[in-house]
C-alpha cells in the first residue's frame, strides 16, 4: 500500500537557522512524483517544491530543496535561513504512475520559528 | 492570474441536509480535485476530474459526489450530511494529468454540520 509518513508532529527552529523535516514514503510502482506543501494557519495549502522519482538532482526552489534518498524512500524538506513567516503546517505528498490529481499525503509537521 | 477559487468560504448546516460546493481553477487548468481535510484523519483525496470526466474515486461513500463543467469549474455535492462530514474541503487544479503538474490549492470552504 502506498504510504506517507512523518515522523515529527511539531518542530522549532530559530530564525535565520536552516531546518529539516524528514518524510518517508512507501509505494512498490518505479514512477512516482513527491511534494511538499505548506499549510498556514489560513487554511490554503501552497506547492513549495516536486521531486520525480526518475529525476536523479534533488530539487531545489529558492530556500526549499529536497533531499531525495530514493533507497532509503526518504524525500526530506530542507528550508535554509528560516524567516517568521514559515511558521505552518507542512505536509508531504505522493502520487503514482498517471494518477496526478490524487495525492497521498503525510499527516504534516507544525513548524515554528522563533525570533 | 487568478488562483483557485473556492466558495463558499464557511458553511453550516444540519444533520441530514445536503450542500453543493463550487471551485473555479486556475484559467487553463483542465484538471480539479477534491479533498477532504479533518483532524482525525488528515488529507484525503475524493475526486479527480478532467475534462467533465471523473478520473479517479477516493474512498468516500456515495453520499459525496461530483461534476465539472465545460468551463472545468466544478462542485461537490454531500447528500444526508452527518457530524463527521465537518472539514475542510479543498480544491486543486492542474493543468494536465500526470504525475509531475502540481496541484494547486484553493483556501477552502470550512463546512460545520451540527
Known amino acids: 500500500a502506498q504510504k506517507i509518513t512523518q515522523t515529527q508532529p511539531g518542530m522549532f527552529v530559530q530564525e535565520k537557522e536552516a531546518v529539516t523535516l524528514d518524510c518517508t514514503y512507501d509505494?512498490?510502482?518505479?514512477?512516482?512524483?513527491l511534494f511538499w506543501y505548506k499549510q498556514p494557519s489560513s487554511g490554503e495549502m501552497i506547492f513549495l517544491i516536486y521531486?520525480?522519482?526518475?529525476?536523479?538532482q534533488n530539487a531545489t526552489e529558492g530556500r526549499y530543496s529536497l533531499n531525495f534518498q530514493k533507497a532509503r524512500k526518504s524525500a526530506n524538506l530542507v528550508i535554509s535561513a528560516s524567516q517568521l513567516g514559515d511558521s505552518a503546517m507542512y505536509f508531504c505528498?505522493?502520487?503514482?504512475?498517471?494518477?496526478?490529481?490524487?495525492?497521498?499525503f503525510g499527516q504534516g509537521t507544525e513548524l515554528s520559528v522563533k525570533p | 492570474k487568478a488562483g483557485v477559487t473556492q466558495t463558499p468560504r464557511y458553511l453550516i448546516k444540519t444533520r441530514g441536509q445536503q450542500v453543493t460546493l463550487s471551485c473555479s481553477p486556475i484559467?487553463?487548468?483542465?484538471?480539479v480535485s477534491w479533498y477532504q481535510q479533518t483532524p482525525g484523519q488528515g488529507l484525503q483525496f475524493l475526486f479527480e476530474?478532467?475534462?467533465?470526466?471523473?478520473?479517479n474515486k477516493g474512498n468516500f461513500p456515495g453520499r459525496f459526489s461530483g461534476r465539472q463543467f465545460s468551463n472545468s469549474r466544478s462542485e461537490m455535492n454531500v447528500s444526508t450530511l452527518e457530524l463527521g462530514d465537518s472539514a475542510l474541503y479543498l480544491c486543486?487544479?492542474?493543468?494536465?494529468?500526470?504525475?509531475?503538474?502540481?496541484?494547486?490549492f484553493g483556501n477552502g470552504t470550512r463546512l460545520t454540520v451540527t
Open positions: 486543486a487544479s492542474s493543468w494536465r494529468q500526470g504525475q509531475n503538474s502540481p496541484l494547486h
Open positions: 505528498a505522493m502520487n503514482i504512475g498517471n494518477q496526478g490529481g490524487k495525492l497521498i
Open positions: 476530474y478532467f475534462s467533465e470526466t471523473q478520473r
Open positions: 521531486q520525480g522519482s526518475y529525476d536523479e
Open positions: 509505494t512498490s510502482d518505479q514512477s512516482y512524483g
Open positions: 484559467s487553463g487548468h483542465r484538471s
